[in-house]
DNA sequence: GATGAATGAGCATTCATTCAT
DNA sequence: AATGAATGAATGCTCATTCAT
C-alpha cells in the first residue's frame, strides 16, 4: 500500500501550512520583522516544528519564492497551449502576472524581492531551492520569447525587434508594474492612472499594442 | 556675522560623513547586515554621535534614498535646461539614471528598496524625509512628463499615448531595468544580452524609439 | 530453551551497536557537539529507539566508560595470571594502558572525564553503572597493588614506599600522561620527548624503574 | 592626565568582576551548565555587556583559564628567585600548585579541562587568549627544568635522568593529582591516603625524594 | 519493539538606542 | 558636541526527550 505515499503527502500539506502562515504574516508585518516563533505559531507547530521542514528562515522564505514562481510557470505553461494568436498570448501571460499581484502580493513580493536584494544578503542555505528558482525564473522568460515567435510567424506582432530582446524589455515593464505595485508611496503615478480611467492591465495592454504594431 | 551659518554648514558636512560611511558600508555587506556600530567606526564617530544627527537607524537611510533622488532631480533639471528635442531629453534622463546604477549601486538600491519593501516594514521615523522622498519622486516623473510633452510638441516623439501615460511607462522600465541590474541572478538576461552584442543603455535606446516612433 | 537469553543478547548486540555508533561520532565531533540524532543515524536506530536501551544521553556516554574500564580490567585480570616477576606485570598493565590510548583516544577520554568534571554536570541518571564504574576502577587500582605486593615479595621491586601508596603514584603518572594525549596543545612536552628520541611507553619504563630500584 | 590610564583599570576591574562571576557559578554548576545569563546576573551586568568585554562564551572560558597559568607562572618565578637548593625549588612549585587546588578548584578545573577536552569542542575563538596559554603552560614546564638543573648542579638532586624528562615526569604526576583532586568519585584513593594518615602534599614530597635520590 | 513527528525550554549572540559624563 | 559604557529585548536555532501509532 501507498504509506510512503501518504506519508509524503502529510509532509507536503504540512509544508504547505507553514508557508502559508508565513506568508500571511509576511503580508502584515514585512519580511524581516517576521520571525520564526510567529510563523510556528500561526501554523500552529511548535518553533522547533519549523526547522523539520526548513533548514532555516532563509529556505523557508525561498520556499515562498518558488511556489510563486512555480504557479507562474504553470499558467504560463496553460496559456501556451491555447489556440490563440502570439500577440494574445503574451497579453494573457502579462494579464496572469497582474492578477497574481493583486491576489497575494506577498507572493509576488517574495518573487521578486527576496533574493534579490543584494546577493550578500542571502548567503545560499538551500542551493536546491536557490537553483530550482533561477530555472523557473529563466523558462518564464523563454515562455514569453516563445510566445514572441508564434505571433511574429502568425503575424499578430509586427516588430523590428529580436524576440529575445523584446521579451526582456516586457519583462522589465512588468518588473517595473510590480514595483509599482509593491510601493504604496508612489501616488503621483496613481493620480496619473486615475486621471485616464485607467488600470494597470489597460497600461500593459496600451504598451504592448505600442510594442507589437511597429511601423516597417 | 555667519556663525550660524559656519555651523550649519559643518553640521551638514558630518552628516555626509555618516551618510558616505552608511553607503560603502551597505555596499559591502547589504542593507540589513550593516549595523550602526560600523557605521560610526567608518564615519570615524562614536556610535552616540550617530543620533545626534540622524534620528535612528531608519532616518540614516531613509536619507541615502532622499540624497539618491535628490541628485538625479538636480542632473534632469540640468538636462531640461539644454536647447535639445524632448525626445534626446527623455533619452538623456534614462542615461543619467543607467549611469547612476552603475556608478553606486547602493545609491540606486537605497532608492528602489528601501522604504519600499512594505509600508509596514518603514515605520514613520522622520516625517520630514518621507515627505521629502515623495516630493521629489513625483517631481522626477513630472520632469519627464515635461519632456516628452516637448517632445511631441517640437515632433522629436511621434506618439498616440498620453505624455503621463508614456512617462508612467518609461518609468517602469527604467525601474524594471533597475531590478534588473541589483538582481545578479538572471543569468538568461545577461545572457541575452550578451548575444545580442548590447547592453542596457542600447536597449533602452531601443525601447524609447519604438515608443517615441508610433505610426499613426 | 534459552528464548530469555536470546533475547538477552540480541539486547546486548543492539546496545553495543548505539554504544559503537556514539564513539565513533565522539571521535569526530568532541563530546558535547555529539547529538542523540546522529547517534541514532549511525547505528541505524531511530532516536526513540535509543531511549529504548539507554535512559538519556548521560547514561549512554557513562556506558562508554564503564566498557573502557570493564575492558582495561579484564586485560589486567589476564596479565596478573602471567608467569611474571611483579615489577614485569605493572609495566605491562601500564603499556595496556598506553596501548589503549593509542586505539581508542574517545574510549580513553570517555573514561577519564566524562562523569569526573564535577560532580554537579553529571547527574545521577543510572546509578548503577556510575557504582559500576567506580568499582572497576577500585579494583584497576587493586590489580596494581597486587602486583606491587608481588614484586616486593618476588624482589623484582625494590621500594621504601607502600605497595598502596606506590600504586596511587603509578595511578598520577598515568593519569598524567593520558592528559598529555588527550591534549594536543603541549608542544613544549611532544618536543621534549622528540629530543631524546623517546616516546610514552618508554619514559613510563623509565619511571618504573626510577620506582623500582629505590637505593635502601 | 592618566585618563587614559584610569579607563583602563576600571576596564580590567569590570572584566575581572565578570570573570569572578563565572568562576563562582562554574564551581556551583560546572562549565557546560553556566550560561552568560547567570554569570552576567552574578556580575550585576546587562548579558550584552558581557559581550563587551569577551567575544564570547569560550573566550571568557580561556580566560579563567589564562589567568590560573599566570598566577602560577608569576609563584614559579618567586621561588625561582628564592636562594634554595634546586630540589627544594621544585618541591615548593608543587606544593604551590596542589595549594591553588585547594584554595581554587575551579581555577585548576579551567587551566587543566577547558580547551584540553578535545581539539574539536574548542573552537578557535580569541586566537591570543589561546596562544597566551600555550607560551605559559611551556614556560611553567621550563621553570622546572631549571630548578631541576640548579638542583642537579647543587648537588641536592640526583638523577640519572634528564632534567627535562624529569620535569615531564613530575608534571605528569602533577596532572595526575588534580585530576584525583578534581574527580570527588576515586573513593579507593582517599581511603588509602587515609589509612596511612597522608594527605597529597605528603604524597608529592615523597615522590619527588624518590626520583631525586637515584642510586648511582 | 520501533518509529519519527512534535515539542519547548534553553542558549548564545546581536544591536539599536539611551544617557551620564 | 561628543563619547562609549550599558542595556535588554529580540531572535534564530538546537536538541534531549516524549508519545501516539
Redesign the interface.
Known sequence: MGKTERKERERKRRKDRILNAAISL?E??????TTMEEIAERAEFSKGTLYLYYNDKSSLFQAIKKRALKYLHDQFLQILQKDLPGAKLVHEMMITFLDLIHENATFT?AM??Y???????VEATDGTIQED??QL??EL??LIVRSLQIGVQDGSINT???P??L???I???????I??C????????LQ??D??N?DLPD?ME??LQ??F???G
Chains 1, 2, 3, 4 share one sequence.
Open positions: 509576511i502584515e508585518k514585512g519580511f524581516e520583522k513580493k521578486m524581492l533574493g534579490k536584494k543584494s546577493e550578500q544578503e528558482c533561477i525564473e529563466n522568460l523563454m523590428k525587434l529580436d529575445k530582446l521579451a526582456l524589455q519583462g522589465f515593464q512588468m518588473n517595473g508594474m514595483q509599482f509593491l510601493t504604496g508611496s508612489n501616488k503621483k503615478g496619473i492612472l486621471e485616464k485607467m497600461l496600451q504598451f505600442t510594442q504594431s511597429q511601423a
